[in-house]
């Protein structure tokens, strides 16, 4: 697994009518993880979807190591770009195990076998979410946040150099959030995530977007994009925004109207 770099240049996205995202434009170094943040129905998932290529931009493109992604071999982008989406799709007859190890598939030729190498990063994969124990049940008995966990490994095991997950950490308990996002962090590869917690993208993210409206409003290192008065304009609350002691991180707490609403 390699990083590499994607940019997104001047991106319109609509359906039908309706404008999804206006001229939106990111970036994302090679090893980075960027995050996307901002109230629902801001644009976040669509954008994602230009990237994996589901969604074809009315204008703009989206680069992926300075080659247009939109133009490139089908193998080649699944051997390149995985995706964790947020429905689940169809329930696989299938158990966890074979679920990831279907990421191995653009590495393969029809018909081939699974090798000692596709078993060690299945197992890794696995272990990165803490599903090891779940690698023998049916994946259509699983919670949804067991699903989660096992499509998020199939994506590792996938081996891309750019990762795009539309809020992974649905579903998932706190534990879990953590590890998947701990797991994220270490890949030697490029991540581009929507999330809604903020105090989880200020920790885990090196640089964040905000989208309102389907455009960018602000972007930079989280210590200089989650002010209170961002937060206020985008999501309509009020807020405090403190260094966390510990990590070092920005720490966001919203508060109350009642709170906030003179007495």
């Known amino acids: 697994m390699t990083a590499t770099e994607l940019a997104v240049s001047g991106v ?4 039908g009518a309706h404008r999804l995202v206006r001229d939106v434009s990111l970036t994302a170094g090679a090893g980075e993880v960027v995050g996307l943040v901002g109230p629902n129905g801001s644009g976040k998932s669509s954008l994602l979807r230009a990237v994996y290529r589901v969604l074809r931009p009315a204008s703009g ?11 490139l071999p089908v193998r080649q982008v699944a ?8 429905e689940a799709g169809a329930d696989f007859d299938l158990t966890v195990r074979e679920v990831v190890a279907m990421g191995r598939t653009p590495h393969k030729r029809l018909l081939d076998g699974d090798t000692a190498e596709d078993a060690r990063l299945i197992e890794w994969a ?3 979410v803490d599903a090891v124990e779940l690698a023998g049940r049916p994946f259509d008995q699983l919670s949804g946040g067991e699903r989660q ?6 994506a590792l095991a996938q081996q891309p150099s750019l990762l795009v997950l539309d809020e992974p950490t649905n579903h998932l308990d ?12 270490r890949l030697p590869a490029t991540v581009l995530v929507a999330l809604h917690d903020l105090n989880l993208a200020a920790y885990y993210c090196d640089r964040l977007y ?8 602000a972007s930079g290192p989280p210590v200089e994009v989650l002010t209170p008065g961002l937060l206020a ?24 109207s009642e709170v906030v609403r003179p007495v």
């Open 126 to 128: 696995l272990d990165a």
């Open 149 to 154: 966990r096992v499509l998020i490994a199939r």
């Open 210 to 217: 905000v989208l309102d409206g389907g455009v960018i409003t």
């Open 61 to 71: 493109e989206v680069r992926v190591d300075g080659a247009d992604a939109w133009a």
């Open 174 to 185: 706190i534990r879990h959030q953590l590890d998947v996002l701990g797991a994220l962090r």
């Open 233 to 256: 304009e985008v999501y309509g609350v009020a807020s405090e925004v403190t260094v966390h002691p510990r990590t070092g991180a920005p720490q966001v707490t919203f508060l109350p």
């Open 12 to 15: 319109t996205l609509t359906a």
């Open 79 to 86: 051997r390149t770009v995985a995706a964790v989406v947020q």
